[in-house]
Each structure stands twice: as C-alpha cells, then as structure tokens.
T-cell receptor, first 115, second 113 residues
Framework: GAGVSQSPSNKVTEKGKDVELRCDPISGHTALYWYRQSLGQGLEFLIYFQGNSAPDKSGLPSDRFSAERTGGSVSTLTIQRTQQEDSAVYLC?????????????FGDGTRLSIL | GESVGLHLPTLSVQEGDNSIINCAYSNSASDYFIWYKQESGKGPQFIIDIRSNMDKRQGQRVTVLLNKTVKHLSLQIAATQPGDSAVYFCAENSGGATNKLIFGTGTLLAVQP
C-alpha cells in the first residue's frame, strides 16, 4: 500500500514568488495535517483537515499561507509572496480518522528553499 | 505553554548495546504519545505509540515507557543496529478538536560499529 506522497520533493524559488505544495494522503485516511520543519528543529503544526474542512488553521504563520483539500483526498498548501524565512521542509501527515489515539503517518516532505 | 522536550540532544552507543532515549512533556492532560524515527531526507516514521492508560508497551526491539507522575516518556531500543542511527522525536497528541502533534526538538542516535 502506498504511503503519503508529497510533491515536489524539492523546490527552489525566488523571494516574492508563489509556491504550491501537494500532498496525497494514504487512501481512506480522512484526517490530514501539514507541519513545517526548520533545519535541525522539531515539527511545527500548520493546519489540520477533517474531510474537506479545516477546523484548525491556528498554526499558519501568516495570511500568505493557505491550504485547501478537495474530494477529501489531495491537499495543496500555497505560500504567496514567499520570504526567506519560509525556507523549510513542509511535511504532510494523514491518519485513518479523526479522534484520539490515531497515529499520523508522514510523507517525506517538500524541501523549500527561497533565494 | 505546551512543550515536549528531550533531555539528550545526542546519544552515541555501540552496536549491539541497548539505547534509551528520554523525553519530558509538560501537558498533564495529554493522553496519547508517539515516537518517530527520522532519517536524513525522509519524513518521520512511526515507531510505537502509547496511551496514557498504559505505562509500558513493547514492539519489535522497542519498548516505550510512560511515567505520568513525572511526565516522562522513554524509548528503549534493544540490540541497537547501525540502521537505527537517526533522529528520534517524541510527540504529544494535544487532543481536543485537532489532535495536532506537539514535537520535541529530537535526539540524534549515533550507532558506532
């Protein structure tokens, strides 16, 4: 069975450009999470989806960040007018369903570098 | 505030020895914990989890211990192998409406042949 798939694996772009990151969760997983990992750091929560709705967007750093999920499956994270501090690895995770005690399974992330 | 921290940023062990990685958490209401292994260039890989109604859980070569009294979590790896070299994170499930994970900064496990 396929795991969480993220694309692109690497993205280099110039400051001020918009970027779109994609996450394809494990088939049948209804909960989807985005996290950000800066160099040598732990993971920072960004946003959570249950189905197509996002009950918790509290981790998004600014209004330049947005995410959507359609069809209860694929999700895209968009960063507008990128800044150098946006450079990080963006990780997506999914779990079978919402609720406590559901392990989250991660993709390998998108390494974003802003020049 | 919420935080999950690790006592040892780097742990170096000899191949074949047992490894113990420690973690402290601050939210006494947390009821679910997960250990992840992250290799270079990869996403975190689920190792083992434990619920707060347990104090010990065993997997293949790994054991997680939970001490709710002192809010401490540990991961024990038996007969450590070179392939175990990675960064290990403990994560605390915040529960509530999100179940977002709160991660510590990680411990680097270096296995010496």
């Amino acid at each position: 069975g396929a795991g969480v798939s993220q694309s692109p694996s690497n993205k280099v772009t110039e400051k001020g450009k918009d970027v779109e990151l994609r996450c394809d969760p494990i088939s049948g997983h209804t909960a989807l999470y985005w996290y950000r990992q800066s160099l040598g750091q732990g993971l920072e929560f960004l946003i959570y989806f249950q189905g197509n709705s996002a009950p918790d967007k509290s981790g998004l750093p600014s209004d330049r960040f947005s995410a959507e999920r359609t069809g209860g499956s694929v999700s895209t994270l968009t960063i507008q007018r990128t800044q150098q501090e946006d450079s990080a690895v963006y990780l997506c995770a999914s779990s079978l369903e919402w609720g406590d005690n559901q392990p989250q399974h991660f993709g390998d992330g998108t390494r974003l570098s802003i020049l | 505030g919420e935080s999950v921290g690790l006592h040892l940023p780097t742990l170096s062990v000899q191949e074949g020895d047992n490894s113990i990685i420690n973690c402290a958490y601050s939210n006494s209401a947390s009821d679910y914990f997960i250990w992840y292994k992250q290799e270079s260039g990869k996403g975190p890989q689920f190792i083992i989890d434990i619920r707060s109604n347990m104090d010990k859980r065993q997997g293949q070569r790994v054991t997680v211990l939970l001490n709710k009294t002192v809010k401490h979590l540990s991961l024990q790896i038996a007969a450590t192998q070179p392939g175990d070299s990675a960064v290990y994170f403990c994560a605390e499930n915040s529960g509530g409406a999100t179940n977002k994970l709160i991660f510590g900064t990680g411990t680097l496990l270096a296995v010496q042949p």
